[in-house]
Nanobody, 115 residues
Framework: QVQLVESGGGLVQTGGSLRLSCAAS????????MGWYRQTPGKQRELVAT???????NYTDSVKGRFTISRDNAKNTVSLQMNSLKPEDTAVYYC?????????WGQGTQVTVSS
């Protein structure tokens, strides 16, 4: 079992930046994929970005060129640098870690982008 704790959310104006961090309670070395998802009320949770254990990244089209995902196996963290934020980026952001058939989730952090 692993616990994931997100931090770094908050309120920012359009065009601003935030950096989200996800701290794992144990080594993330064995997690095949880690990523960030987001959810707004009444909508399904959607993928934002993922990073594999080998460093391969994947982004949803709407954040390409603005967001950067990274992982630090030594510090057991995965981060999401978000630049040029837009009001449509407003959501609760969740950290996710996949190992084998198990998928682990954090409790989420709110990101609000004001227009």
């Amino acid at each position: 079992q692993v616990q994931l704790v997100e931090s770094g959310g908050g309120l920012v104006q359009t065009g601003g930046s935030l950096r989200l961090s996800c701290a794992a309670s144990r080594s993330i070395f064995g997690f095949r994929v880690m990523g960030w998802y987001r959810q707004t009320p009444g909508k399904q949770r959607e993928l934002v970005a993922t990073i594999s254990s080998g460093g391969i990244t994947n982004y949803t089209d709407s954040v390409k060129g603005r967001f950067t995902i990274s992982r630090d196996n030594a510090k057991n963290t995965v981060s999401l640098q978000m630049n040029s934020l837009k009001p449509e980026d407003t959501a609760v952001y969740y950290c996710n870690a996949v190992a084998g058939i198990f998928s682990h989730w954090g409790q989420g952090t709110q990101v609000t982008v004001s227009s």
